[in-house]
């Protein structure tokens, strides 16, 4: 093992054995380097690497602290590298959004309430009786993400939101050049709606599969 990987694991299992809690201070650099068994350098490319993953913050001047640990924070480095995916990857991002969405869309059927149906309408109404496809991708977006926030659950929320850039692209794609899709999109973002609103975890869940299904099965098609 690299020495800086051990470093890196050295203050995970701390972290994962609760010696260190979210928002605790680590100890001075040469204090914790002397307990842990490391180099004081080694010990500080580990402390860069772990923050860019947001496990810890460094405050100049003040020290280093352990992150909330939010699931939301450390999926965020997950959307980083997402963004470097290949086209020729795209379908199996929606291969995983399929299986994620309508699982989400379910539970935003069983949970959301009375306020959230209603904010999600407004997203859908929002949108003008003749969007671009720009507009229509953007309300898509918002829509989706709203429905994962019903779900209840920040990690199935986060997974989602880094999955919805590589899918982006496809979207637009799909909005210039296959006819009918605007109309089609709206009229299943109605149905899931509906389904969110009259509490039916099932429907939902099958609207939602046909909905991201559609753009699949159109992207095998062209590819």
């Given at each position: 093992?690299?020495?800086?990987?051990?470093?890196?694991?050295?203050?995970?299992?701390?972290?994962?054995?609760?010696?260190?809690?979210?928002?605790?201070?680590?100890?001075?650099?040469?204090?914790?380097?002397?307990?842990?068994?490391?180099?004081?350098?080694?010990?500080?490319?580990?402390?860069?690497?772990?923050?860019?993953?947001?496990?810890?913050?460094?405050?100049?001047?003040?020290?280093?602290?352990?992150?909330?640990?939010?699931?939301?924070?450390?999926?965020?480095?997950?959307?980083?590298?997402?963004?470097?995916?290949?086209?020729?990857?795209?379908?199996?991002?929606?291969?995983?959004?399929?299986?994620l969405e309508p699982a989400a869309t379910a539970l935003a059927a069983q949970r959301a309430s009375v306020e959230d149906v209603?904010?999600?309408?407004?997203?859908?109404?929002?949108?003008?009786?003749?969007?671009?496809?720009?507009?229509?991708?953007?309300?898509?977006?918002?829509?989706?993400?709203?429905?994962?926030?019903?779900?209840?659950?920040?990690?199935?929320?986060?997974?989602?939101d880094s999955l919805s850039g590589p899918t982006t692209r496809a979207r637009i794609w799909r909005g210039l050049t296959q006819?009918?899709?605007?109309?089609?999109?709206?009229?299943?973002?109605?149905?899931i709606l509906d389904a969110v609103a009259a509490g039916q975890p099932e429907l939902a869940r099958s609207w939602a599969t046909?909905?991201?299904?559609?753009?699949?099965?159109?992207?095998?098609?062209?590819?």
């Amino acid at each position: 093992m690299a020495v800086t990987d051990e470093a890196i694991d050295k203050i995970k299992q701390m972290i994962v054995a609760g010696e260190l809690r979210p928002g605790d201070r680590l100890p001075r650099e040469p204090d914790l380097a002397e307990r842990l068994g490391l180099s004081r350098n080694s010990l500080r490319e580990a402390v860069k690497a772990l923050s860019l993953i947001r496990v810890l913050d460094v405050r100049q001047g003040d020290g280093t602290y352990v992150t909330s640990l939010d699931p939301a924070l450390l999926l965020d480095a997950l959307s980083f590298v997402v963004d470097f995916h290949r086209d020729d990857t795209v379908l199996e991002f929606l291969e995983v959004r399929r299986i994620l969405e309508p699982a989400a869309t379910a539970l935003a059927a069983q949970r959301a309430s009375v306020e959230d149906v209603h904010a999600l309408r407004g997203v859908l109404d929002r949108l003008g009786d003749d969007p671009t496809v720009d507009e229509l991708v953007a309300n898509d977006l918002e829509f989706h993400r709203l429905i994962a926030v019903c779900a209840g659950n920040n990690v199935l929320t986060s997974l989602l939101d880094s999955l919805s850039g590589p899918t982006t692209r496809a979207r637009i794609w799909r909005g210039l050049t296959q006819e009918g899709a605007v109309a089609k999109t709206r009229e299943q973002h109605a149905a899931i709606l509906d389904a969110v609103a009259a509490g039916q975890p099932e429907l939902a869940r099958s609207w939602a599969t046909v909905h991201v299904a559609g753009v699949e099965q159109w992207l095998h098609r062209v590819l």
